[in-house]
C-alpha cells in the first residue's frame, strides 16, 4: 500500500504557513545568476554553469534540485543575457521552471559598475497523486490523477560590484500567481514574493593567497528573515575551501578546484542543525562551471 510521503506534508506546511517556496542553495556564491539577473553581463566571457543539489539524504522522497545556467554578455553595447533552467522534485510534487534574463551595466568609475537585471520566464507545477493514499476520499479517480499548472513568473535584480567587492538585491515571484492545483478550498496557494540581499569580499593576503567572506539574507513573508554566510580561503585562485553557516539549519564544509581559469568543480556537506537532523545524512551539493573565452575588453 502507498503511503503519504512525509516529504509532501512538510511541503504542504512550508508553503502554507512558514512560505517559503524557493530552494536551498549552499553554494550559492559559485552561480550568483540563478538568484540575480543582474550578473548576466558583469564578465567579459560566456559561462555555464551546472548545480546539483541532494538535501536530507536518507529522508524519504527528500528534495532534489538541478540547475542550469548559461550568461555572458554582448559585445558591443554594455548589456548582458543569459538563462536558466531547473527542476526541483520532492515526493509527489515537483516544480520546473525556465527563465530569460536580460541585464544593462553602467559604469560609476573605472573599477565601480552598477548592473539591473529583468528576469522573465514560466513554472511548471505538478502533482502526482498516484504518490499518495489518502482515505475516505470521495472520489478515487482523482487521486490517480496527475495534475500540471504553468504560471508566468518575473524578478528584478540590482548588483553593485567593483574588483573586489559586490552587493546586490533581488525580488523573486513578483506576479504573486495562485497554484490552482489539487484542492484548496481555503486559496491561499499563493506564490509569495522573495528577497534577497547579497553580499561579497575578496581580501588579498598575498599574490598566492585570498580570503573571500560572501552572504545572502532572505525574506519571505510571514516567515522570518535567513542568513547565509561563509567564507572561503583561496590557493593561486586555483583550490578553495571554507565553511558556511545557515541560521537555525546547516553547518557545511565547503571545497572546489579551477583548472586553467576554465573549469571549476565544487562541493559542499551541510550537517543539518533543525529537528530533522535527526532523520537524515546530510545535504550534499555539486557544482561544475565552464568559462568560455573572452568576447569582450
Not at 113 to 137: A, H, R
Not at 233 to 256: D, K, P, Q
Amino acid at each position: 500500500m502507498k503511503r503519504v510521503a512525509p516529504i509532501f506534508i512538510l511541503l504542504i506546511m512550508a508553503m502554507g504557513i512558514r512560505a517559503q517556496q524557493k530552494p536551498l542553495t549552499t553554494l550559492f556564491m559559485t552561480n550568483p545568476f540563478a538568484i540575480n539577473p543582474a550578473l548576466a553581463g558583469t564578465h567579459n566571457y560566456f559561462q555555464v554553469i551546472s548545480n546539483n543539489r541532494f538535501q536530507w539524504v536518507g529522508f524519504d522522497n527528500a528534495p532534489i534540485t538541478n540547475t542550469l545556467s548559461i550568461f555572458g554578455p554582448t559585445v558591443n553595447f554594455p548589456m548582458g543575457w543569459g538563462g536558466t533552467i531547473s527542476y526541483d522534485v520532492a515526493g509527489a510534487v515537483s516544480i520546473g521552471s525556465a527563465h530569460g534574463s536580460y541585464a544593462y551595466y553602467y559604469p560609476i568609475n573605472e573599477d565601480l559598475k552598477v548592473s539591473m537585471g529583468l528576469n522573465l520566464g514560466v513554472l511548471q507545477y505538478s502533482i502526482d497523486m498516484t504518490k499518495i493514499t489518502l482515505q475516505n476520499t470521495a472520489d478515487p479517480v482523482y487521486y490517480d490523477a496527475q495534475e500540471t499548472r504553468y504560471l508566468p513568473d518575473a524578478s528584478v535584480g540590482f548588483y553593485l560590484y567593483s574588483s573586489t567587492y559586490n552587493v546586490g538585491f533581488v525580488a523573486t515571484n513578483l506576479l504573486n500567481n495562485k497554484v490552482k492545483i489539487g484542492e484548496d478550498p481555503s486559496g491561499k496557494s499563493r506564490l509569495k514574493s522573495h528577497f534577497y540581499l547579497t553580499g561579497g569580499y575578496k581580501y588579498f593576503i598575498n599574490r598566492e593567497w585570498s580570503v573571500e567572506p560572501t552572504f545572502i539574507l532572505k525574506k519571505v513573508f510571514p516567515a522570518p528573515f535567513q542568513l547565509d554566510i561563509n567564507v572561503r580561503g583561496w590557493y593561486r585562485n586555483m583550490i578553495w575551501f571554507g565553511t558556511s553557516y545557515r541560521t537555525g539549519e546547516a553547518l557545511s564544509v565547503l571545497a572546489g578546484y579551477v583548472y586553467e581559469n576554465k573549469i571549476q568543480i565544487g562541493y559542499s556537506y551541510d550537517i543539518v542543525l533543525s529537528p530533522l537532523g535527526k532523520y537524515n545524512f546530510g545535504s550534499h551539493e555539486l557544482i561544475l562551471s565552464y568559462k568560455f573565452n573572452r568576447i569582450k575588453d
